[in-house]
């Protein structure tokens, strides 16, 4: 997994400004506007979420087993001041990667413009349990003929067969669904694996649900990168991208290298 929309540094000031509820939020300032203009607007609206989904035995031991498979230290066990100028990328590395993930955006989108979509049952409205079976736990048939190229995956792979025969209407909630569970189970490769390619497919502007859920995972990133050792730079390169991508290409840049 490897692979610079910069826009200008939006006013800090969040009492005077007045934030455009229609426009995308692309920093942290314009998305605290926003949501704070909303519930100027409806004071008294309540949003309505889905159950929260309870972290079951089994998920537990999924990322205590992906933690342990990564060699994940305790803050007390590593010298993390020690760790920052070594595992975080140079502004050159950040540049490079976000022009990159730019272009790759664009020459995907070439691809859809011009692909004819499977039409596959199971991915019109499944339930998130569903999702998290044929993503993560089951491949399905279709894409049997291609599991030999993701050894990574158990579940149905990234492929652009596949990612391209999932609606559009879906892909912010998978965005959300994968991160959530990423804090259930680990930030395995394979989440990590489609989570970049999802990003790369969906639509801007990004709803707000999205950019509070990549902003977690921004800083589940930061977290885990702080706790690797000097000698793992290329994993904490994985890391670094997501928090290039996000941070700058998405624009939340106040969680972004500096």
């Known amino acids: 997994m490897d692979q610079e929309a910069c826009l200008g540094p939006d006013s800090t000031d969040l009492e005077d400004v007045d934030a455009d509820p229609n ?5 942290a300032a314009a998305y605290f506007r926003q949501m704070k203009a909303e519930r100027k607007a409806a004071a008294n609206v309540v949003r309505v979420s889905r159950n929260e989904r309870s972290v079951s035995p089994e998920a537990k031991k999924k990322k205590k087993q992906w933690l342990e498979s990564v060699g994940y230290q305790k803050e007390e066990d590593v010298t993390t001041k020690k760790n920052i100028s070594t595992l975080v990328p140079s502004e050159e590395w950040r540049v490079k990667r976000c022009r990159q993930f730019g272009e790759f955006r664009a020459e ?8 004819k979509p499977m039409i596959i049952k199971e991915l019109r409205a499944p339930q998130e349990e569903n999702w998290h079976e044929i993503l993560l736990e089951k491949c399905l048939p279709q894409f049997q ?17 596949m990612v391209f025969a999932i609606p559009k209407k879906h892909l912010s909630q998978l965005i959300e669904y994968l991160i959530d569970w990423s804090e ?23 709803v707000q649900d999205v950019i509070s859920a990549l902003r977690t995972l921004l ?7 702080s706790q690797l050792t000097p000698d793992r730079k290329s994993e904490a390169d994985e890391y670094s991208l997501f928090i ?11 969680l972004a290298d500096v």
């Not at 426009?23 to 920093?27: E, G, H, K």
């Not at 291609?146 to 067969?161: A, E, I, L, R, Y």
């Not at 395995?188 to 790369?200: A, D, G, M, N, Q």
């Not at 800083?219 to 990168?225: A, I, P, T």
Request: positive net charge.
């Open 219 to 225: 800083k589940d990133c930061r977290k885990l990168r």
């Open 244 to 254: 290039t991508i996000i941070g700058n290409f998405f624009g939340q840049k106040d």
């Open 145 to 161: 003929n291609v599991v030999d190229k993701f050894p990574n995956h158990t579940g149905t792979p990234p492929s652009w067969q």
């Open 23 to 27: 426009a995308p939020a692309m920093s």
């Open 184 to 206: 259930e189970e680990g930030l395995s490769r394979p989440i990590r694996e489609w989570i970049y390619v999802l990003l790369l497919v969906i639509d801007l502007p990004l």
């Open 108 to 115: 995907t989108a070439a691809k859809i413009a011009t692909t």
